[in-house]
């Protein structure tokens, strides 16, 4: 199982659930947010952090819909408080 990196320095194992869930919650449809998270899955390598996964789904939920980015970047500052 491929490890990532932690904001907090934390080591743990990709779950690729989680960016379909997080896919899903910006409004992308289930198909397209599995669909997005194969291709992010792929990309994915141990020590990785999650700053780069983030930017990975990012962009790819920027092209796919540019709505659905913003969603997502709405998201992470009002409930997740983080701003970047």
């Known amino acids: 199982m491929v490890k990532v990196m932690k904001r907090d320095g934390r080591s743990e194992d990709f779950i690729v659930e989680k960016v379909v869930v997080s896919a899903v919650k910006s409004g992308a449809p289930i198909g397209v947010s599995r669909e ?35 969603n997502w970047l709405t998201y992470d500052r009002a409930v997740k408080k983080r701003v970047e």
């Open 36 to 70: 997005l998270a194969k291709e992010v899955e792929s990309r994915v390598h141990d020590g990785m952090s999650t700053k780069e996964i983030k930017r990975m789904v990012l962009e790819t939920l920027r092209e796919k819909n540019p709505q659905w980015e913003k």
